[in-house]
């Protein structure tokens, strides 16, 4: 089965700029045409780079505006706060399409794959971004400046070993409590009850994603 074919029936003869629009249309989510013209430009230069760099197994254009463009704003709503890290990054999901959303956030992409960050640090460049860091780094090494009101994932690890790695890189205390953001497919049942016992009380919350039919969730644990 192609790519294209596992795309909703309502998508599948769409181009891709009918798909983004309909998308966000169903996500509820509107953007100015300015953002509309950055996020093609986005899909434009991963198909670009993907050539060379395989930055996705993803390669045609609807199938990266529904699997990677709306599938990184389908969290939009959860996304708080001034500093956001999107950690395990890969070519820029969904970091780059948050912060193309919220300009006033500072966002830090962290990766440790270096053809990744290349292609994310000129991106970043073609794209006119000047809210996002981005880190080559490993995430056991990661020492940033400050720490985080939230830390976003999108198949990183499993929750026990974010919890374990990237926990401590939240805002903790009794005033500003910081949240990890793990965007899943299927509910991780037997993931979240490996959990810490601290963080037992994870919320989980069903994603909508249009053009395809597959299940989503995002597990929000808040540290």
């Not at 192609?2 to 509107?30: D, F, P």
């Not at 910081?178 to 601290?198: F, I, V």
Request: with cysteine; hydrophobic share 45%.
């Amino acid at each position: 089965m192609t790519q294209q074919s596992e795309l909703a029936s309502a998508y599948r003869n769409l181009s891709s700029e009918q798909c983004l629009e309909k998308g966000l249309a169903e996500l509820g989510l509107e953007v100015s045409q300015q953002q509309m013209t950055k996020l093609h430009d986005y899909v434009s230069l991963m198909m670009k780079w993907n050539r060379t760099y395989n930055l996705t197994a993803v390669r045609d254009k609807p199938s990266m505006i529904v699997r990677h463009i709306l599938d990184s704003l389908s969290v939009q709503s959860y996304v708080r706060g001034a500093r956001i890290l999107d950690v395990g990054t890969g070519a820029g999901l969904p970091g780059i399409p948050l912060a193309l959303m919220f300009p006033e956030k500072e966002f830090v992409l962290l990766d440790g794959n270096g053809k990744k960050t290349r292609f994310i640090v000129q991106a970043l460049a073609e794209l006119g971004l000047d809210n996002v860091i981005v880190a080559n780094e490993r995430v056991e090494q990661f020492q940033p400046a400050a720490l985080f009101d939230v830390v976003i994932s999108r198949a990183f690890t499993d929750l026990s070993a974010m919890v374990g790695l990237v926990g401590h890189l939240c805002q903790s205390g009794a005033a500003t409590k910081g949240q990890l953001l793990a965007m899943k497919g299927k509910l991780p049942a037997q993931e979240l009850a490996q959990l810490p016992e601290e963080f037992k009380n994870a919320e989980v919350q069903t994603l909508s994603l249009p053009g395809l039919e597959a299940e989503r969730c995002l597990v929000i644990i808040t540290i």
